[in-house]
């Protein structure tokens, strides 16, 4: 195992084994978050990190009783505005900023999202060194927590759909669970898995990609304050990598 692997398992570990926290069940309207991963390109002498800021602000409180803090605002259907600040340092840096608007439509099933992005790349001395596009989400709610939707682009639309739904356990113990399937013009379709178990004040969770044979585990704990801290590490077929995300809302 290389050190880097051992060292995303070690981190994996410690958050999993730290004492959760058990949070009030408080509104909220704001969530902000910090992420770290340092992935291992496959063949590559050198690692890539990428560090990303986001800053969310839901349109109506987010409201928490019963529910995992993590779903709230998915189980409430909130609708939101976000921005990103995100930058890849791989020798070179690629910085990029993207802003999101949410909106559940009020008494419909219905739900859209838009967003753009621009992305500013290195001065290679010939060609333009940024580019902004555009991007979305259409989507339906059929039933309480089940999502259906699809993502379009500025560049055209390739045939995707995600399902998610948000459900509790006969103990009680909430989980969320999610398939994307999505059938890209040059390559056969893909399929992502994702599966999430919450327990009182922690969650473990996991994932599959058939894109580049992507597996994830990751954990996440509650801290005092409003802070939730998450570690995740993955393998694929293109690289591997680990990371860290910390949350804060103002419950």
């Given at each position: 195992?290389?050190?880097?692997?051992?060292?995303?398992?070690?981190?994996?570990?410690?958050?999993?084994?730290?004492?959760?926290?058990?949070?009030?069940?408080?509104?909220?309207?704001?969530?902000?978050?910090?992420?770290?991963?340092?992935?291992?390109?496959?063949g590559s002498n050198s690692n890539a990190d990428v560090?990303?800021?986001?800053?969310?602000?839901?349109?109506?409180?987010?409201?928490?009783?019963?529910?995992?803090?993590?779903?709230?605002?998915?189980?409430?259907?909130?609708?939101?505005?976000?921005?990103?600040?995100?930058?890849?340092?791989?020798?070179?840096?690629?910085?990029?900023?993207?802003?999101?608007?949410?909106?559940?439509?009020?008494?419909?099933?219905?739900?859209?999202?838009?967003?753009?992005?621009?992305?500013?790349?290195?001065?290679?001395?010939?060609?333009?060194?940024?580019?902004?596009?555009?991007?979305?989400?259409?989507?339906?709610?059929?039933?309480?927590?089940?999502?259906?939707?699809?993502?379009?682009?500025?560049?055209?639309?390739?045939?995707?759909?995600?399902?998610?739904?948000?459900?509790?356990?006969?103990?009680?113990?909430?989980?969320?669970?999610?398939?994307?399937?999505?059938?890209?013009?040059?390559?056969?379709?893909?399929?992502?898995?994702?599966?999430?178990?919450?327990?009182?004040?922690?969650?473990?969770?996991?994932?599959?990609?058939?894109?580049?044979?992507?597996?994830?585990?990751?954990?996440?704990?509650?801290?005092?304050?409003?802070?939730?801290?998450?570690?995740?590490?993955?393998?694929?077929?293109?690289?591997?990598?680990?990371?860290?995300?910390?949350?804060?809302?103002?419950?």
């Amino acid at each position: 195992m290389r050190n880097h692997d051992l060292f995303a398992v070690r981190l994996l570990a410690a958050v999993a084994v730290f004492s959760p926290v058990p949070v009030m069940a408080e509104d909220f309207r704001m969530q902000a978050q910090f992420s770290y991963d340092q992935i291992d390109p496959e063949g590559s002498n050198s690692n890539a990190d990428v560090f990303a800021l986001s800053g969310t602000y839901f349109l109506e409180p987010v409201p928490t009783d019963g529910v995992p803090v993590g779903e709230a605002a998915y189980i409430a259907r909130s609708s939101y505005a976000n921005a990103v600040w995100s930058r890849v340092d791989f020798g070179d840096d690629v910085d990029a900023l993207a802003a999101n608007l949410g909106i559940h439509v009020p008494n419909t099933i219905f739900f859209g999202r838009l967003g753009v992005v621009r992305t500013d790349f290195p001065d290679a001395g010939s060609g333009p060194t940024d580019d902004t596009s555009w991007n979305g989400t259409f989507g339906i709610v059929p039933v309480p927590r089940l999502f259906f939707g699809t993502d379009f682009s500025e560049g055209g639309y390739d045939p995707n759909v995600t399902a998610r739904y948000v459900g509790q356990f006969a103990n009680q113990h909430w989980y969320g669970a999610s398939i994307t399937v999505a059938d890209p013009d040059d390559g056969d379709t893909d399929v992502a898995l994702e599966f999430d178990y919450y327990f009182d004040g922690f969650k473990l969770g996991g994932g599959y990609g058939s894109a580049n044979d992507r597996w994830s585990a990751r954990a996440e704990v509650g801290l005092p304050h409003g802070f939730a801290l998450l570690g995740r590490i993955y393998t694929a077929d293109d690289s591997d990598g680990f990371g860290v995300v910390l949350t804060w809302r103002d419950l």
